[in-house]
């Protein structure tokens, strides 16, 4: 298998030797400098780069094409049309033409728009992301996409990322400029998204309505072993999950997504996959396909992919690793320490950039990792916290302490300081020391945003990222580019910079109470659920933020707002529907069906001359009884709580409502119902239970 991958890697992309192969010359010319300078798309070069797509996708079985975008639901969307034509007397010739490849329409009015759709025409348009290649799935040819409305405000993810990437470019270039650096074109930011999941079996998942409809338990009590040994930690993959991940690695490589490494996680049935870097707009669209396949091919493979947050309380939920980077278009990482002072000072200046970002923008970044699913995860002690903050590692702090009070650090080093900028230094770059329970973590030559949820599109956290990274290069730019003497100006941004933003700074252990209090004193900001990190998006500062950078506009930022408190109220919403009806049509009639078993019995022992005791049939049945008594008034509360909802005085009060008031119930009622699991007999208990589906692959 393995001396196949150079073969089958990319195969079904139509990527940059596909197209140098199949596009005159001249043609291809045109397209690769619109990929990179991002100019227009002439027609005529459309048309011939479209007919040369349509005939390598039908040698390779494609009869279909279609536009996918990522609107805001946060999975992607398509549209499949046929490359037939009608041709005359009956007839049919394949044919797709430049627009047809440039420019779709698309009826909008299905997505969620926030309002938007109010506003503006209900119809959308897509337009071909020509910086991510079309490729081919299930015998289409896919198109990425970027989705707008016809007043061209950005209905997905897609269009604000790449305006963001475009304003982090524009800074960062600003900043090599000031350098002296000529040669480099183009910054991008690069990123890597490591993806946790789960594998339960399918038809266990499939006798879980709660995994079905709403990708967690919403009941369950402890298994009696969980993670505790650890043992499922990098263990040995079984048979069955090594099918899959063979699989899945396979279908990925041919559509050019870079799988690399894959490994058992923490909790048991929970793995990961790691996928090589590459730059944020086709790492988000591999991203979606990672999670797309995943779920197809788990499905053909008998199993379910679990892609929640939390899909089961009391073990580890699921992350997604983003770790990103700065690479200028020759492939030099700005967050490589290097080899000279010189290039530690760029170095530098562009770590307190990231510094400064975090410690301004906490609010934003936890915004930009806030759900339902999320909620159960963030700081549930396995997982960062909400607490925004950031891990360097000893020796850069060090660096920055010297630097901050002047002191001469490296008389302690073997390493020598030259003097050769200012006091900017050369440092040793052993990064070997990690926290795992940072939540914004320096890994040596790019951070680690490790608060981004399992589910979630990573659009939105890079979306941020790059939007707040770009402000403060814009910032240090602004200064700099007036500086008379630049390296001690230089020098003086990063000392004050360091100075004023070090308190996002923190290497303890992120998990425990203590750092709770600290980062209080700190003032950093503890944004505990969804509801409370929303508003943050709607701040004066956000919207400032990402209008000067052209990112969203206002109207962007009202109606996506919108879309997202939504989303949170619907999801507890489906929850709470999903729990009342498994307890209604299936909990309590197995405990009533349990207990008639019991009274059954305890007729027979008093039909044979009462000597026989029914002092344990008594006992489960009052302990089933009064337990089930709780449920029911629980239940009840929860059915009148959702009738409740429906008076809504703006999405911030339904939301809450909803935090405090059903899902509060829900847990409530959980307890019940947890309990009753342990006392029912097993062959009545209508759910697989926790020990069963997290060994049901075996
Ligand atoms: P971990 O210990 O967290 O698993 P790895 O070194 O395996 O760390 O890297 C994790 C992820 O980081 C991978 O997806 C990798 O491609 C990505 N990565 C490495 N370098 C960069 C970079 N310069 N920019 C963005 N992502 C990167
Ligand atoms: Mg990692």
Same mark, same amino acid.
């Given at each position: ?47 011939? #780069? ?38 005359? +007397? ?21 997505? !969620? ?18 910086? *991510?290649? =079309? ?57 890597? =998204? ?29 298994? !009696? ?17 090594? =099918?899959?991940?063979?699989?899945? /690695? ?62 089961? +309380? ?42 400064? =970002? ?23 002690? /396995? ?116 100075? /004023? ?33 929303? !508003? ?29 408190? +939504? ?39 008093? *039909? ?13 049945? +009052? ?21 409740? *909802? ?14 405090? /008031?059903?899902?509060? #119930? ?33």
């Amino acid at each position: 298998m393995m001396e196949k991958v150079p073969e089958i890697f990319g195969s079904m992309v139509f990527n940059e030797s596909v197209m140098r192969d199949k596009l005159p010359k001249e043609i291809y010319n045109a397209l690769k400098k619109t990929m990179s300078q991002g100019t227009q798309l002439e027609l005529d070069v459309a048309n011939v #780069v479209a007919a040369a797509m349509k005939d390598w996708a039908v040698e390779k079985g494609a009869n279909h094409f279609t536009h996918w975008f990522q609107p805001m639901t946060g999975i992607t969307a398509e549209k499949h049309d046929c490359f037939i034509t009608p041709a005359g +007397e009956g007839k049919v010739i394949m044919e797709f033409s430049g627009k047809e490849l440039v420019r779709g329409e698309s009826d909008a009015s299905s997505f !969620p728009s926030g309002g938007l759709r109010a506003t503006f025409e209900a119809r959308g348009y897509t337009v071909w992301d020509i910086t *991510s290649y =079309a490729f081919i799935k299930n015998n289409t040819l896919y198109i990425p996409t970027a989705f707008c409305s016809y007043s061209g405000e950005a209905l997905d993810k897609k269009t604000p990322l790449l305006r963001s990437m475009e304003t982090l470019d524009k800074q960062a270039m600003r900043i090599l400029k000031l350098f002296g650096n000529t040669s480099t074109k183009r910054v991008v930011a690069t990123v890597g =998204a490591e993806q946790e999941y789960f594998l339960v079996d399918k038809e266990v998942y499939l006798s879980r309505p709660d995994l079905v409809l709403t990708g967690r338990t919403l009941i369950g009590s402890r298994p !009696p072993k969980g993670q505790e040994l650890g043992d499922h930690y990098f263990g040995s993959i079984k048979p069955r999950v090594s =099918a899959f991940m063979n699989e899945l /690695e396979v279908e990925l490589w041919k559509l050019g997504v870079y799988a690399k490494t894959k490994h058992n996680e923490s909790a048991p049935a929970q793995h990961e996959l790691a996928p090589i870097f590459t730059t944020t707009n086709i790492a988000t669209d591999h991203n979606q396909l990672i999670m797309e396949l995943m779920k197809s091919v788990a499905n053909k493979h008998n199993m379910a992919c679990l892609l929640h947050e939390k899909p089961f +309380e009391g073990v580890n939920g699921s992350g997604k690793h983003n770790n990103w980077s700065l690479a200028t278009d020759s492939g030099v990482n700005l967050f490589e320490p290097g080899e000279t002072p010189y290039e530690n000072a760029q170095f530098l200046l562009f770590l307190v950039a990231v510094i400064k =970002a975090v410690d301004d923008y906490q609010d934003l970044l936890r915004f930009s990792v806030a759900n339902a699913g999320n909620d159960h995860r963030l700081g549930a002690n /396995e997982a960062p916290p909400a607490i925004v903050s950031m891990f360097l590692g000893q020796e850069l702090v060090e660096v920055l302490e010297a630097l901050e009070s002047g002191l001469d650090y490296f008389n302690n080093y073997e390493h020598q300081m030259e003097l050769g900028v200012t006091v900017l230094p050369n440092f040793p770059k052993d990064t070997t020391d990690r926290n795992r329970t940072s939540p914004f973590a320096f890994t040596g030559n790019k951070f680690e945003f490790r608060m981004v949820g399992s589910t979630f599109s990573i659009a939105e956290p890079n979306i941020v990222l790059n939007t707040v990274a770009a402000e403060v290069l814009r910032q240090f730019a602004d200064q700099l580019e007036e500086s008379e003497d630049f390296n001690s100006d230089l020098a003086a941004i990063i000392k004050k910079t360091y100075s /004023e933003h070090k308190r996002i700074i923190f290497d303890g252990n992120n998990y425990s109470t203590e750092w709770v209090e600290e980062a209080l004193d700190r003032g950093l900001s503890n944004l505990h659920t969804t509801v409370e990190a929303l !508003p943050a998006f709607v701040s004066e500062k956000s919207i400032d933020v990402f209008t000067r950078h052209n990112v969203f506009t206002k109207t962007e930022i009202l109606s996506r707002y919108e879309i997202l408190m +939504e989303s949170y109220c619907k999801t507890i919403h489906i929850e709470a529907l999903t729990l009342v009806d498994m307890v209604k049509a299936q909990i309590i009639p197995a405990c009533i069906d349990y207990q008639l078993e019991l009274g059954k019995l305890m007729e027979l022992k008093k *039909s044979v001359g009462g000597k026989l005791s029914v002092y344990l049939e008594l006992q489960l049945m +009052e302990n089933i009884s009064s337990l089930s008594e709780g449920m029911l008034e629980k239940l009840n509360q929860l059915e009148d709580a959702i009738l409740n *909802s429906k008076d809504p005085r703006d999405t911030l009060a339904q939301s809450r409502f909803y935090r405090n /008031e059903i899902l509060l #119930v829900m847990e409530e009622l959980r307890y019940y119902v947890d309990e009753l699991e342990t006392l029912v007999a097993r062959k009545h208990w209508p759910f697989p239970t926790y020990a069963q589906i997290l060994n049901s692959i075996i």
